[in-house]
T-cell receptor, first 113, second 112 residues
Framework: GAGVSQSPSNKVTEKGKDVELRCDPISGHTALYWYRQSLGQGLEFLIYFQGNSAPDKSGLPSDRFSAERTGGSVSTLTIQRTQQEDSAVYLC???????????FGEGSRLTVL | AQKVTQAQTEISVVEKEDVTLDCVYETRDTTYYLFWYKQPPSGELVFLIRRNSFDEQNEISGRYSWNFQKSTSSFNFTITASQVVDSAVYFCALGPGNQFYFGTGTSLTVIP
């Protein structure tokens, strides 16, 4: 696609439910990043993929968070047993050359009630 | 350690004033890249500029200019004759290799 696409754009869920957030990067971009941004805060790194492998998962906040990427393209971020503190905007970005800039999607806003 | 510091959390200026957003970085890598992003109220992060560590030439793009100084590890961003549309959060980022480190952002408000 022309840009990074994320879905859903908005998700409201109840505490304890599982959620899946999807990211469709720019075609041909081999690197994919997930960040989290809480209200009024900066960008918190979650995980980075190169192809289908994740060399750096250091930012995942807990074992309730997981992510995968298939076919070197679409990535899914899964949050199990959601908590209220998981409420945030989850941003996905992709990058082609290793020295290039990140291209961001519009984000998925997650609200946990 | 890799780190980006944006000491200014919030800045307010009156329209048409010039404003400089500061960015200081730390890295042990000799090859790295620096970036600025804009996040308007709509929320989507917009790429503004990339600079590699071997190119210390300043850059100007319209009302925007960037001053990169390796001696002080700074990559500052100046908006000349600010406009209301410049109101946004601006993030500086450091990219050595595959990693990307963002500063905490500077919220700029331009008052008409």
């Amino acid at each position: 696609g022309a840009g990074v696409s994320q879905s859903p754009s908005n998700k409201v869920t109840e505490k304890g439910k599982d959620v899946e957030l999807r990211c469709d990067p720019i075609s041909g971009h081999t690197a994919l990043y997930w960040y989290r941004q809480s209200l009024g805060q900066g960008l918190e790194f979650l995980i980075y993929f190169q192809g289908n492998s994740a060399p750096d998962k250091s930012g995942l906040p807990s074992d309730r968070f997981s992510a995968e990427r298939t076919g070197g393209s679409v990535s899914t971020l899964t949050i199990q047993r959601t908590q209220q503190e998981d409420s945030a905007v989850y941003l996905c970005a992709s990058r082609f050359p290793p020295t290039g800039e990140l291209f961001f999607g519009e984000g998925s806003r997650l609200t946990v009630l | 350690a890799q780190k980006v510091t944006q000491a200014q959390t919030e800045i307010s200026v009156v329209e048409k004033e010039d404003v400089t957003l500061d960015c200081v970085y730390e890295t042990r890598d000799t090859t790295y890249y620096l970036f600025w992003y804009k996040q308007p109220p709509s929320g989507e992060l917009v790429f503004l500029i990339r600079r590699n560590s071997f190119d210390e030439q300043n850059e100007i793009s319209g009302r925007y200019s960037w001053n990169f100084q390796k001696s002080t590890s700074s990559f500052n961003f100046t908006i000349t004759a600010s406009q209301v549309v410049d109101s946004a959060v601006y993030f500086c980022a450091l990219g050595p290799g595959n990693q990307f480190y963002f500063g905490t952002g500077t919220s700029l408000t331009v008052i008409p």
